[in-house]
């Protein structure tokens, strides 16, 4: 069946370091892939996507490009913020059939002033 | 802002008990969907529907139930709460709303439910 995996966390930054946090698939066809956020006492919200082998995902200065040789979506972000602080997850959407959702374990990342 | 909205925020009860967690949306999506949060086990999904007329299980629907009462209200029931139902749950809508296709979900802020 689909799954995610998403490398484990706690992950502590200084601000202004780079980050990376890896996201592995298995799926049967071609899925969706997306990056979440969870920021404290909140739900999760649509960070990124890409719908497409190569696609690259952008917003807030993350990035994650869909890579279906190596089957990964790792997200990256050249100078990450103390307001980064959150919960990130991997998700995979499978567009056909029941259009279900998997989601990763997800990954806090800490970022210290 | 069209948004997804649960009721309540924060529920302490105890073994035995009926609760009932609700839904609501003003997106207009079709697909409306209740997953639990657990400590280093991310989401899972406990019910999704499609439509009003459309109810499936999710990995982990045993020991809940839900009803579709309309296209912008989905709840979720626990029967009989059990301390290992003590969780974060998370209501999500996607789909198909205006003439366009959103395969992202759109979450509700959650709610903290506790079993005594």
């Known amino acids: 069946g689909n799954s995610v995996t998403q490398m484990e966390g706690p992950v502590t930054l200084s601000e202004e370091a780079f980050l990376t946090i890896n996201c592995t698939y298995t799926a049967t066809g071609y899925p969706s892939l997306f990056w979440y956020v969870q920021y404290p006492g909140e739900g999760l919200q649509l960070l990124l996507k890409a719908t497409k082998a190569d696609d690259k995902g952008s917003n807030k200065g993350f990035e994650a490009t869909y890579r279906k040789e190596t089957t990964s979506f790792h997200l990256e972000k050249g100078s990450v913020q103390v307001s980064d602080s959150a919960v990130y997850f991997c998700?995979?959407?499978?567009?056909?059939?029941?259009?279900?959702?998997?989601f990763g374990a997800g990954t806090r990342l800490f970022v210290k002033a | 802002d069209a948004d997804v909205t649960q009721t309540p925020r924060n529920r302490i009860t105890k073994t035995g008990k009926r609760i009932m967690l609700e839904c609501s949306q003003t997106k207009g999506h079709d697909r409306m969907y209740w997953y639990r949060q657990d400590p280093g086990l991310g989401l899972r999904l406990i019910y999704y529907?499609?439509?009003?007329?459309?109810?499936n299980k999710g990995e982990i629907s045993d020991g809940y139930s839900v009803s579709r009462q309309a296209q912008a209200k989905f709840s979720l029931s626990l029967e009989s709460a059990i301390p290992n139902q003590t969780a974060l749950y998370f209501c999500?809508?996607?789909?198909?709303?205006?003439?366009?296709?959103?395969?992202?979900?759109?979450f509700g802020p959650g709610t903290r439910l506790t079993v005594l």
């Open positions: 998700a995979l959407t499978q567009n056909t059939g029941g259009f279900k959702t998997i």
């Open positions: 999500a809508t996607s789909g198909l709303a205006g003439g366009k296709a959103y395969n992202e979900q759109f």
């Open positions: 529907s499609f439509d009003v007329k459309d109810i």
